[in-house]
Antibody
Framework: EVQLVESGGDLVQPGGSLRLSCAAS????????MSWVRQAPGRGLEWLAT????????KYVDSLKGRFTISRDNAKNSLDLQMNSLRVEDTAVYYC???????????WGQGTLVTVSS | DIQMTQSPSSLSASIGDRVTITCRAS??????LNWYQQKPGKAPKLLIY???NLQSGVPSRFSGSGSGTDFTLTISSLQPEDFATYYC?????????FGQGTKLEI
């Protein structure tokens, strides 16, 4: 059974940093692109970033302006999102998702809540 | 960036109704259009990929159609479990933007 489990969400002050992780199981992580998507409270879905199977390619939404970094460790079956210079508007539930061929996100984690507040 | 616009933003319907949600892309996206269903407090669920392909386990009352820039999601006969928010998403080019969502209410 495919499972994605996010962790690392927390309350952090503006300007702080946080690292989210996504533990993958039930499939061969190294065979799939993976993505992060977030959802601010009461708002819609926002695609943030994607990373290739071997980690050599990363693509981001422009609005992140270099503050976030997606990475992966296939040997550890793990996907990460390093978030720096956090802002109040980064408050959201963060989901990791598996990209099936052509991009549809066919499996999602349960999400982890990041709250940025002083 | 490719912008995705859904309509309506919200929709009231009854059990057994036929419902259609539309999604328009700001430029052609070939067949790279997907639909998701999200219920409160839950992760999104992939319903349809590449315009019209039903994800495994999704009931056949869901269908998708369209081409180029205009796409639709149709639910042929609403069931109680279908009341949720629906999102379209293009995966033709990054950023893989979503539509703003359509909340389907009783």
């Amino acid at each position: 059974e495919v499972q994605l489990v996010e962790s690392g969400g927390d309350l952090v002050q503006p300007g702080g940093s946080l690292r989210l992780s996504c533990a993958a199981s039930g499939f061969t992580l190294s065979s799939y692109w993976m993505s992060w998507v977030r959802q601010a409270p009461g708002r819609g879905l926002e695609w943030l970033a994607t990373i290739s199977e071997d980690g050599s390619q990363q693509k981001y939404v422009d609005s992140l302006k270099g503050r976030f970094t997606i990475s992966r460790d296939n040997a550890k079956n793990s996907l990460d999102l390093q978030m720096n210079s956090l802002r109040v508007e980064d408050t959201a539930v963060y989901y990791c998702a598996r990209d099936s061929k052509g991009g549809p996100k066919d499996y999602w984690g349960q999400g982890t809540l990041v709250t940025v507040s002083s | 960036d490719i912008q995705m616009t859904q309509s309506p933003s919200s929709l009231s319907a009854s059990i057994g109704d036929r419902v259609t949600i539309t999604c328009r892309a700001s430029q052609t996206i070939s067949t790279y259009l997907n639909w998701y269903q999200q219920k409160p407090g839950k992760a999104p669920k992939l319903l349809i990929y590449f315009i019209s392909n039903l994800q495994s386990g999704v009931p056949s009352r869901f269908s998708g159609s369209g081409s180029g820039t205009d796409f639709t999601l149709t639910i042929s006969s609403l069931q109680p479990e279908d009341f949720a928010t629906y999102y379209c998403q293009q995966t033709y080019r990054t950023p893989h933007n979503f539509g703003q969502g359509t909340k389907l209410e009783i």
